[in-house]
């Protein structure tokens, strides 16, 4: 299963990204024998959907001077795709060499063999002071705009709950914590096929997000939105300008080789972000921003926040600050917060049962908390699903939300 995480955040701060973060002062041996247990749990596991991201990664783990590009990095993105992504986005520049070959995003169609060893270790000699520069400043940030299947939803689950119909939609303002290229604030401009149905886009050129229903299909998430979103943001440590080449080359190369599929919903939504720019603001306060933000809405908008795969990436103290200053929020300001995490980071007293056949830590949480109309704090969960909503499990009930 594919595990590429968005850029995250923390609480009154975003996530710190500057050294200071226990990089500095570490035992290098030590944290080249975790890194290389990752890389063989990737060949393993996590890489069989790409042949030849399983190849690299069972390559890498057993070199450590293939590893070594990681250490430039904090600790909390010692993970093979940040390599893997660095190794990519090289190939992705145009670097003339062999190994691009084997890469399906550049036209290669060569399986791995008994020479891509060499090839790599070569490639990446030559390529050191490069592949070193982007674990230091990069991220894996692939703003998965396939989550969106899910977030469409829940935003018309919290549209629902507020009053809002097809004939009267309620106004949101959408507010992406953690935003990368603020892709996922298009969501309802995308395509979307399940199954069932096709629901068109707003263009004819617009993403097309797929994804299998598992159990109840909500019939009536899924029609005309109940909601409309005048207004939008996004906040991140790096955002990503979608008119920015090197930039969203990064996005790409964050996306694994054979994936034509996501390479293309990729591209058709930076064109989607460039034709409809939205504000995404470089801050390390990130709920500063969305207060700042709030004060500026009019009256009668219900802001929402979302954050999608960031809560991993937080130390338990600003994960704790951050859960209870946005229920202070929800209650005192009527800010709505969806959230699509890893089920321990839910902001549940109990979680629902794990979704069946699936490994543990792996698929998506999706919760609502918002004010009711009585000025009651509520939280529910609302699905499981794939972490790019490949599948979902539903779990809300369409009239009988959980109080808490």
């Not at 890498?60 to 590009?69: S, T, Y």
């Not at 703003?143 to 949101?172: D, I, K, M, S, Y």
């Not at 800010?335 to 830590?361: C, K, M, N, V, Y």
Request: charged share 25%; net charge neutral.
């Amino acid at each position: 299963m594919q595990q590429h995480h968005e850029e995250s955040s923390s609480t009154d701060t975003m996530l710190r990204r500057d050294g200071r973060d226990g990089r500095d002062g570490h035992d290098p041996a030590e944290a080249l024998s975790r890194i290389a247990h990752r890389f063989g749990r990737f060949a393993a596991l996590d890489g069989q959907d790409d042949a030849l991201y399983a190849a690299l990664a069972g390559i890498i783990a057993a070199d450590p001077a293939l590893m070594a590009p990681l250490l430039e990095a904090p600790p909390t993105q010692h993970l093979a795709v940040l390599l893997l992504a660095a190794l990519h986005d090289r190939i992705l520049a145009g670097e003339p060499h062999p190994l691009a070959a084997y890469y399906a995003s550049v036209g290669g169609h060569r399986a791995p063999d008994a020479e891509l060893p060499a090839l790599l270790k070569d490639f990446m000699r030559r390529e050191d002071a490069a592949l070193r520069a982007l674990t230091r400043s990069r991220t894996t940030q692939t703003n998965e705009t396939g989550r969106c299947a899910v977030l469409r939803p829940a935003l018309q689950t919290l549209a629902t709950r507020l009053g809002g119909t097809a004939q009267a939609p309620v106004p949101l303002a959408l507010f992406d914590f953690g935003c990368s290229a603020g892709l996922n604030l298009g969501v309802d401009r995308y395509a979307y096929q399940d199954a069932v149905e096709l629901l068109p886009g707003a263009t004819p050129d617009a993403p097309l997000i797929r994804t299998q229903w598992r159990g109840e299909r909500p019939a009536a998430l899924l029609g005309v939105p109940a909601w409309r979103a005048p207004h939008r943001m996004g906040v991140d440590l790096q955002p990503v300008a979608p008119e920015d080449p090197v930039a969203t080359r990064w996005l790409r190369a964050c996306l694994w080789p054979g994936d034509a599929a996501r390479r293309e919903r990729l591209d058709r939504a930076l064109a989607d972000a460039r034709r409809h720019p939205v504000p995404l603001l470089r801050t390390e306060d990130g709920l500063g921003e969305l207060e700042r933000w709030m004060g500026r809405l009019p009256e009668g908008v219900t802001p929402v926040i979302a954050n999608v795969w960031v809560l991993a990436y937080f130390d338990r103290e600003p994960l704790r600050a951050y859960v209870e200053r946005l229920g202070r929020l929800v209650r005192e300001r009527g800010l709505a917060w969806i959230s699509g995490e890893l089920g321990r980071f839910a902001p549940l007293d109990t979680l629902p049962p794990d979704p069946e056949g699936e490994p543990p830590d792996s698929a998506t949480l999706w919760t609502l908390q918002w004010r009711d109309r009585d000025g009651a704090l509520r939280t529910e969960p609302l699905a499981w699903s794939h972490a790019h909503g490949r599948w979902i499990s539903w779990l809300a009930s369409p009239a009988r939300p959980s109080a808490r």
